[in-house]
Each structure stands twice: as structure tokens, then as C-alpha cells.
């Protein structure tokens, strides 16, 4: 039977004999450690079949979902097209002179971003939350002013609007020093550039560039893995019921820590035999037929 976040940790604290909240905080980490392994060694994928998104003329980047993972394929379906994925490196170098032009759509990049849109030109930046709680955090802004880079701490004031000192024309980084109870939005200029939610520390976005840049609106279909998330509250569930392994890679790192390597050891090899089990167990589908399906070299891609 699957357990919460919370049974878990207390779990792993008692076997430990250390219940502290500190303790709990750091088997946490733990705990979500063993749980990425466990779903990396499985090869676990949830498919969003159904996701879509349209073009609008002569924006070259668009935001994906956050619990995107990786693309299943990306097509083009207005017309039909089926899109090539390439390397940004690539795409610079065979398209020197029309990463940013117009024409139809080919191929796209998967890029990573501190924020939704970086400021259009040097803009200060003004950060507020929705709560009138938060006035103790601290958010973090780096990036580019002057050519040069710098960072810059703003104190949150609630719900009251605080606007930093420097303009930025580069965001690289934006983090928090600390949870939150609202939600916090992120402005360059007039802009919203990123909102933090209350347990996320860090900006992160996931964007698909397209390329050539779209004159018209076109429907891109993009069904993609999820991306599981950490478990962070403490009725977060597993996405799939592996608690008790959990447990056992946890105590293992957890009795690491308290230098009880002997204690350690036993529960590392315990937790790989059961682990090597479960992945027998998900990978023998006697059903199940895998079938070689070679795909034809795409000459629109070299256009």
C-alpha cells in the first residue's frame, strides 16, 4: 500500500531513531533522491497525449508545461508537417544568417530559461506577492546590466510592489530564500517575466523554438512525458506505489549519515535486489510485442 510523504519520512526518522525536524528536512531530500532513481531505473513514462498549442505570427518561442518531460514528436498540423528536432549549437551553426527569420516551420530546439520572455531592453525589475504574508523572504535577481554581471537581492513587501535599483537587459537567474505563502510574480518593466509559486525556489522554464519564425497561425501538436515531480507537501503521494522501496533507500542514506555504515550497507543491498525485482516485475509483459520501426531521412530539414 502506498504511503504519504509524511508517513514516509516519519518512517525512516524512527528506524533512524532521530525524529528532529532537521532529521526529517534532510530525509526528505532522501526520500526523493531514491524516488527519481527508482522511476529513471523503470524507465516510468505517463504520456499527455492531448497537448497543443498555436502559433501566433512572428513569435519564435513558446512555453511549455511545467511538468513537461520530453516530446513524443512534434507535429505541425495545419499542414501536416512533421518537425525535426535539432541542437541549438546546430541550428547556429547551419543557420548563421536565419535563426531569426520568417518562413515555414521545419524544425524546433528545446531550450531552458530562467523566464518566460527576457526584457525587450534594460529594464528594472519589480517583484510583488499575492500574499500580504510575505515580508520576510528575499528573491534573488542575476543577470546582465551594463554589459556586465550582477545580482541583485530585493526584500519582499507582501503584496506592496519593490522595484529593483538596476535595469537588466539579461535575466539568468531569478530564486527565493525561501518557501512562501503566495505566489510570486516577476515584472520587467510592464512585463511579467516569471511567477514563482510558493514552494518553488527557483525560476525554470522549459520553450520550444521554432524555426523558421511562423507569419501565420498554425496548431503544433506536442505530446510529451511528464516529468514527475518531487514530492514536497507532506500529503504528496508516490506516482506509483513504491513507498516501501523508498523507505529502504532512504534508511540506507539516512544511516549513512549517522555513520552506521554497517546498518548502511545492509539496507543498500537490500534495497537493489528489491529494486532489480521490481523492474523484472515491470518489464516482463508477456503481451506485450517490440517492434523496430525505421523512419526515412527527412530532406525538409535541410532546407
Known amino acids: 500500500m502506498n504511503k504519504s510523504f509524511s508517513v514516509i519520512k516519519t518512517n525512516v526518522a524512527s528506524e533512524v531513531q532521530d525524529t528532529t525536524t532537521s532529521m526529517k528536512s534532510l530525509i526528505g531530500n532522501y526520500i526523493n533522491r531514491r524516488y527519481f532513481q527508482i522511476l529513471r531505473a523503470i524507465n516510468w513514462q505517463n504520456v499527455r497525449d492531448d497537448y497543443s498549442f498555436n502559433t501566433t505570427s512572428g513569435t519564435q518561442d513558446y512555453v511549455l508545461p511545467d511538468d513537461f518531460g520530453k516530446e513524443m514528436y512534434v507535429l505541425e498540423s495545419t499542414n501536416g508537417r512533421e518537425l525535426s528536432r535539432v541542437d541549438m549549437q546546430d541550428l547556429v551553426r547551419q543557420y548563421p544568417n536565419s535563426i531569426s527569420s520568417t518562413g515555414t516551420v521545419y524544425r524546433y530546439v ?3 530559461d530562467a523566464v518566460e520572455n527576457q526584457p525587450s531592453s534594460a529594464s528594472t525589475i519589480t517583484v510583488v506577492s499575492s500574499s500580504s504574508s510575505d515580508t520576510s523572504q528575499k ?23 519593490v522595484t529593483s535599483t538596476n535595469s537588466f537587459s539579461r535575466i539568468k537567474a531569478i530564486s527565493k530564500d525561501a518557501d512562501t505563502v503566495g505566489k510570486i510574480t516577476v515584472i520587467a518593466g510592464s512585463t511579467t517575466i516569471a511567477v514563482l509559486a510558493p514552494k518553488v525556489l527557483e525560476s525554470r522554464y522549459k520553450k520550444v523554438r521554432l524555426h523558421y519564425v511562423p507569419t501565420q497561425t498554425l496548431t503544433i501538436k506536442m505530446p510529451y512525458i511528464i516529468k514527475p515531480l518531487p514530492m514536497i507537501e507532506d500529503s504528496d503521494y508516490p506516482i506509483i506505489d513504491i513507498a516501501d522501496l523508498i523507505e529502504i533507500g532512504a534508511m540506507a542514506d539516512a544511516w549513512r549519515y549517522k555513520k ?32 523496430f520501426k525505421p523512419a526515412t531521412f527527412d530532406r525538409d530539414n535541410l532546407i
Open 139 to 161: 528573491v534573488l535577481i542575476r543577470g546582465i546590466s551594463g554589459s556586465v554581471e550582477i545580482t541583485e537581492e530585493l526584500s519582499l513587501n507582501g503584496t506592496t510592489n
Open 260 to 291: 552506521q555504515f554497517a546498518k548502511a550497507n545492509s539496507y543498500e543491498i537490500l534495497f537493489q535486489s528489491q529494486l532489480a525485482d521490481y523492474v523484472w516485475d515491470k518489464e516482463n509483459q508477456p503481451n506485450e510485442v517490440t517492434q
Open 110 to 112: 528545446i531550450l531552458d
